[in-house]
């Protein structure tokens, strides 16, 4: 197996918006290296298959041990489900070598999060709009709230070519789609 670089080092690199996915089994990320994104979030039953991609891992619906132990490259934070262990669980992925990825979906997560563990890689959930046609706004409306020099990522399941180009436009370096977003991308 070729090593894998890391995430951050990933989603900087070349030109244009990067594309992550949502994997939920072992034979989604063959599909999504077939699509050259240039990292994957896999849940427990997608991380078996960690040892035949050389594509960044983040590992999501675990604890930090549990990602670091199953080989992942990076873990998901969730902010919101993680309230008063913030910090802690901040601090094991990064002593375990994980990189981070703090998922906020709303201003006051996201104030919260850079005033008490400040993250290199945000990742933007529109988890709060209603409606999809809502998403892109949702996540537009956070980023002027992110500092410059952290790496934003947008949640989107499944973008169009248009929600595409104004994350681009805007200044987001990543975007997180499921396999059915691959189209746009």
């Known amino acids: 197996m070729t090593a894998r670089c890391r995430l951050s080092e990933s989603i900087s690199e070349g030109d244009g918006i990067s594309v992550l996915v949502h994997t939920a089994a072992a034979t989604d990320i063959a599909m999504a290296e077939q699509h050259e994104v240039e990292g994957v979030v ?3 039953r997608a991380l ?82 209603e409606h999809a046609e809502e998403a892109v706004d949702c996540v537009l409306e956070l980023l002027p709230d992110v500092p410059a020099g952290k790496l934003v990522v947008a949640e989107l399941r499944a973008p169009t070519v248009e929600d595409l180009e104004a994350l681009e436009r805007a200044g987001i370096d990543a975007v997180l789609v499921g396999l059915g977003g691959l189209a746009a991308s």
Not at 49 to 76: F, M, N, S
Not at 81 to 104: F, I, N, P, Q, W
Not at 105 to 129: C, G, H, M, T, W
């Open 42 to 44: 896999a849940g427990q």
């Open 48 to 129: 078996v298959a960690l040892a035949a991609t050389t594509l960044p891992v983040i590992a999501r619906g675990l604890l930090p041990e549990e990602a670091g132990e199953a080989g992942a490259d990076a873990w998901l934070l969730v902010a919101a489900d993680h309230g008063d262990e913030l910090e802690m669980r901040y601090s094991e992925a990064h002593a375990l070598g994980l990189e981070c990825v703090v998922e906020v979906r709303d201003e006051e997560e996201l104030e919260v999060v850079l005033a008490r563990i400040d993250p290199e890689i945000v990742l933007l959930s529109p988890r709060a709009a």
